[in-house]
């Protein structure tokens, strides 16, 4: 049986999601529907000078989030604009 892992939201995240357009929200949650089966795909990296970020490309667009192997739960930190994501 496969593994699923639970996806939790940080606070901001929503408010994020919502400055997103549209057309790009509906594939940063196909993106977020595929890192419950796979929390490492390919094009996964992790974020330089953090122990347990890692970022994934969405368009323009990058989704920030922990991984909890121990536990099954994926934390989505952060949404937003490959310009702004990293401020």
């Known amino acids: 049986m496969p593994v699923e892992y639970r996806l939790e939201f940080n606070k901001r995240y929503l408010k994020d999601l919502e400055k997103i357009p549209k057309v790009f929200q509906k594939s940063i949650l196909q993106a977020l529907a595929y890192l419950k089966h796979n ?19 969405c368009g323009d667009y990058r989704i920030v989030y922990q991984i909890h192997d121990n536990v099954l739960l994926i934390i989505v930190i952060d949404v937003g604009h490959r310009k702004e994501i990293y401020r």
């Open 39 to 57: 929390p490492r795909p390919d094009g996964c990296k992790k974020m330089r000078g953090f122990d347990d970020l890692y970022r994934i490309r």
